[in-house]
């Protein structure tokens, strides 16, 4: 089964305190990252460092990816890029055992080093989506599209208007005239 490329392996880096390897790559995004209305496309683009500290292996770097979305009020296309700092301490799996034997009850759920590899997939996903926009807008002041029309309303002259048709009688307003005719009698 071949591993994930979000799995960094840890083969290089010695286990010494201090010790430090950089890493550059690109890794595909996977369609989970997105929200109903942002989605990531391309590559990933990683720069990061793996340090071997006390506890584990800390994971820092930068990490820039594409997204797409629609203006929530004009549905024009939106492009942009998403840029994260991620942080993350992968904790080595006899000190998750300490630190759960002395009481902390969070560390079951801390990342942990697994064999000789890193899965940095759940902290860049987390730091991704996290910074898509909720509600995606092309701009601050979009206007939206007309109601009538359907087209973008800052590309209509500010003049633009829809002669409003003339109003069929209901069959309501036939039986009120009916009844006021009748009353009148």
Same mark, same amino acid.
């Given at each position: 089964?071949? $591993?994930?490329?979000?799995?960094?392996? /840890?083969?290089?880096?010695?286990?010494?305190? @201090? $010790?430090?390897?950089?890493?550059?790559?690109?890794?595909?995004?996977?369609?989970? *990252?997105? &929200?109903?209305?942002?989605?990531? !496309?391309?590559?990933?683009?990683?720069?990061?460092?793996? #340090?071997? !500290?006390?506890?584990?292996?800390?994971?820092? @770097?930068?990490? #820039?990816?594409?997204?797409?979305?629609?203006?929530?009020?004009?549905?024009?296309?939106?492009?942009?890029?998403? $840029? !994260? #700092?991620? &942080?993350?301490? *992968?904790?080595?799996?006899?000190?998750? &055992?300490?630190?759960?034997?002395?009481?902390?009850?969070?560390?079951?759920?801390?990342? #942990?080093?697994?064999?000789?590899?890193?899965?940095?997939?759940?902290?860049?996903?987390?730091?991704? !989506?996290?910074?898509?926009? *909720?509600?995606? /807008?092309?701009?601050?002041?979009?206007? @939206?599209?007309?109601?009538?029309? @359907?087209?973008?309303?800052?590309? /209509?002259?500010?003049?633009?208007?829809?002669?409003?048709?003339?109003?069929?009688?209901?069959?309501?307003?036939?039986?009120?005239?009916?009844?006021?005719?009748?009353?009148?009698?």
């Amino acid at each position: 089964m071949a $591993s994930s490329p979000f799995q960094l392996s /840890l083969r290089d880096l010695p286990r010494r305190p @201090g $010790s430090a390897i950089n890493l550059d790559l690109d890794i595909p995004a996977p369609e989970s *990252f997105a &929200t109903e209305l942002v989605r990531a !496309v391309g590559d990933i683009h990683c720069s990061l460092s793996l #340090q071997s !500290v006390s506890e584990g292996v800390l994971v820092t @770097g930068s990490a #820039q990816v594409a997204v797409e979305a629609e203006c929530a009020r004009c549905l024009r296309a939106i492009d942009s890029e998403i $840029s !994260v #700092q991620p &942080t993350e301490l *992968f904790y080595y799996p006899h000190r998750v &055992t300490e630190l759960v034997e002395a009481g902390d009850e969070e560390a079951e759920e801390a990342p #942990q080093v697994v064999g000789e590899a890193v899965d940095i997939e759940p902290v860049l996903r987390d730091d991704i !989506v996290s910074r898509m926009p *909720f509600i995606p /807008l092309c701009s601050p002041d979009c206007a @939206g599209l007309c109601d009538r029309c @359907g087209e973008p309303l800052d590309e /209509l002259p500010e003049d633009h208007a829809h002669e409003e048709p003339a109003a069929e009688p209901s069959p309501l307003d036939a039986l009120r005239e009916q009844l006021i005719a009748e009353q009148d009698k």
